[in-house]
T-cell receptor, first 114, second 113 residues
Framework: AQSVTQLGSHVSVSEGALVLLRCNYS??????LFWYVQYPNQGLQLLLKYTTGATLVKGINGFEAEFKKSETSFHLTKPSAHMSDAAEYFCAVRKGGATNKLIFGTGTLLAVQP | NAGVTQTPKFQVLKTGQSMTLQCAQD?????MSWYRQDPGMGLRLIHY???????DQGEVPNGYNVSRSTTEDFPLRLLSAAPSQTSVYFC????????????FGPGTRLTVT
């Protein structure tokens, strides 16, 4: 069965500091992995995704994530946090099988301090 | 394109009332889904559809009903609202079976008293 674990429900960083949001997955099929961002009072939007190929994937707003099969991880990073990055971030993995459903993690709320 | 639209944005119901949350997409996507979002629980799939006339249950289908008569619309019906259904509801769509990228609507915040 597929599952996603996000370590840390709340993360706080200073503006300009490194952002690191952790995601570990479990999957019985080749994993397709996603990071979504949710700004306050909005729906989710895709930040980046890994399906096949290059293990370092770049997304919007300067975010990137690296797929590490040996560690079953897909951590999200950004070198320098901006106030506008304050949001909730969700990691997701495809469920597999005949459908294309996603299994979402419980989310990490990122706060950026001035 | 408007993308995925949801109405209403906010709703308050009394226990036992019924209502329909509307969802529409103008991207000609085959797949549509309904999720609920609760604090500390992420998003949980309620029902989904892989095309007009085809629906199936997700993780938490009890108390909800769906139908898909057109490609564009995927309404979610609450049959008899309960306080446990207080949540934020998101509709999402994706293009087809080869696409895992989901496009989300802005959500409906539902309170059941």
């Amino acid at each position: 069965a597929q599952s996603v674990t996000q370590l840390g429900s709340h993360v706080s960083v200073s503006e300009g500091a490194l952002v690191l949001l952790r995601c570990n997955y479990s999957s019985s099929v080749p994993p397709y992995l996603f990071w979504y961002v949710q700004y306050p009072n909005q729906g989710l939007q895709l930040l980046l995704k890994y399906t096949t190929g290059a293990t370092l994937v770049k997304g919007i707003n300067g975010f990137e994530a690296e797929f590490k099969k040996s560690e079953t991880s897909f951590h999200l990073t950004k070198p320098s946090a901006h106030m506008s990055d304050a949001a909730e971030y969700f990691c997701a993995v495809r469920k597999g099988g005949a459908t294309n459903k996603l299994i979402f993690g419980t989310g990490t709320l990122l706060a950026v301090q001035p | 394109n408007a993308g995925v639209t949801q109405t209403p944005k906010f709703q308050v119901l009394k226990t036992g009332q019924s209502m329909t949350l509307q969802c529409a997409q103008d991207m000609n996507h085959e797949y549509m889904s309904w999720y609920r979002q609760d604090p500390g629980m992420g998003l949980r799939l309620i029902h989904y559809s892989v095309g007009a006339g085809i629906t199936d249950q997700g993780e938490v289908p009890n108390g909800y009903n769906v139908s898909r008569s057109t490609t564009e619309d995927f309404p979610l019906r609450l049959l008899s609202a309960a306080p446990s259904q207080t949540s934020v509801y998101f509709c999402a769509s994706n293009r087809d079976s080869s696409s895992y990228e989901q496009y989300f609507g802005p959500g409906t915040r539902l309170t059941v008293t």
